[in-house]
């Protein structure tokens, strides 16, 4: 008697094979003798003997039975569990790649309080807000342009951001970069403040389009 345990996923299979008795038959032997090779008439005496082995009945009949079994066992496992482990492999592969956005355009100021658009003799908007206020440029370029006066913009910054647009930012208290940086959204170029002719706290912001102002809308988020 042969007793066969599989350890399947949640299930154990338990299969006893018992050999059954019969009338013993001549020539039935497992193992042939030299006489019984001789018989055969094809192929030399090495492939003669083992082809007789592989066709004995008893061996057809255990490689049948272990194809049986082996086919019972795979019923009993669960698809997912190669789904799983496809799965798993192809997250693994994967690789890991760090994502970065920038801000195609953003306003200059953290807190957005416009206290004049623009129109006619006014070629910008204000934004209101207090001195020492970070300001940022609207979009990465490079600082074309500082200038320092107790006039008109006052402290301002003049930002190149490729394509003939600039940008201006006037009436600055203080000014962190120097002509030919390289700036982008996170930079902070000044703060706001009160210098040349302006009534209070604020910036006045200015977008050119090859030297010629434009709305800043235009450019801006709405």
């Known amino acids: 008697m042969i007793k066969l345990t599989l350890n399947l996923p949640k299930h154990r299979l338990q299969l006893k094979l018992a050999q059954r008795r019969g009338p013993a038959v001549a020539n039935e032997s497992l193992f042939p003798g030299l006489e019984m090779i001789k018989n ?4 030399n005496k090495v492939s003669r003997y083992f082809r007789h082995i592989f066709e004995h009945k008893n061996i057809r009949r255990i490689l049948g039975t272990n194809l049986a079994l082996m086919l019972i066992a795979t019923s009993f496992v ?43 003799f006014h070629p910008g908007i204000d934004l209101d807000g207090l001195t020492g206020d970070p300001i940022r440029p609207i979009k990465k370029g490079r600082v074309e ?20 647009i600039t ?8 000014i962190y970069v120097q002509e030919g940086q390289e700036v982008n959204t996170n930079t902070i170029i000044g703060e706001m403040g009160t210098s040349g002719r302006a009534y209070g ?22």
């Open 78 to 120: 669960p698809t997912d569990v190669f789904a799983n482990t496809e799965a798993e492999q192809s997250v693994v592969g994967e690789a890991t790649v760090p994502l970065t956005t920038e801000k195609s355009a953003q306003y200059p100021v953290e807190n957005v309080r416009v206290t004049q658009g623009y129109r006619l």
């Open 40 to 43: 055969v008439r094809s192929g």
């Open 201 to 222: 706290d604020h910036l006045h912001l200015e977008v050119r389009d090859h030297g010629i102002p434009i709305s800043p809308y235009s450019v801006l988020p709405r």
């Open 145 to 164: 342009d500082i200038s320092t006066s107790k006039y008109a913009y006052g402290n301002a910054i003049i930002v190149d951001h490729g394509n003939q």
């Open 167 to 174: 940008s201006l930012y006037a009436h600055l208290s203080k």
